[in-house]
């Protein structure tokens, strides 16, 4: 499984971004999806998750603010990312989870300026 990130970029505070994940292979539909983040210096911490049933969960700190979407018929998940702040600031991650497989994205940073 192949995953590709894309819609990252620079935003200024309060701005909004949509960060979109493409996943190859035919068990996407199967998959609990998830968005990951690393800041800088730190370590990678759980954003978001979405399962097959379409119930999402977020980290506290972007519970109102980010939302996690999928559509399954073009094997797409999806991270709409709104009011954004620079300790929002990252590098953002795809991943993707059937039973024992797993996989990752390359990443793809955000940058959110002051």
């Known amino acids: 499984v192949q995953l590709v990130e894309s819609g990252g970029g620079l935003v200024q505070a309060g701005g909004s971004l949509r960060l979109s994940c493409a996943a190859s292979?035919?068990?996407?539909?199967?998959?609990?999806m998830s968005w990951y983040r690393q800041p800088p210096g730190k370590q990678r911490e759980l954003v978001a998750t979405?399962?097959?049933?379409?119930?999402?969960s977020y980290v506290e700190s972007v519970k109102g603010r980010f939302t996690i979407s999928r559509d399954d018929g073009k094997n797409m998940v999806y991270l709409a990312m709104n009011n954004l702040k620079p300790e929002d600031t990252a590098i953002y991650y795809c991943?993707?989870?059937?039973?024992?497989?797993?996989?990752w994205g390359q990443g793809i940073q955000v940058t959110v300026s002051s």
């Open positions: 292979g035919d068990i996407f539909s199967r998959s609990n």
């Open positions: 991943s993707l989870r059937f039973r024992s497989v797993g996989s």
């Open positions: 979405i399962t097959t049933d379409r119930s999402a």
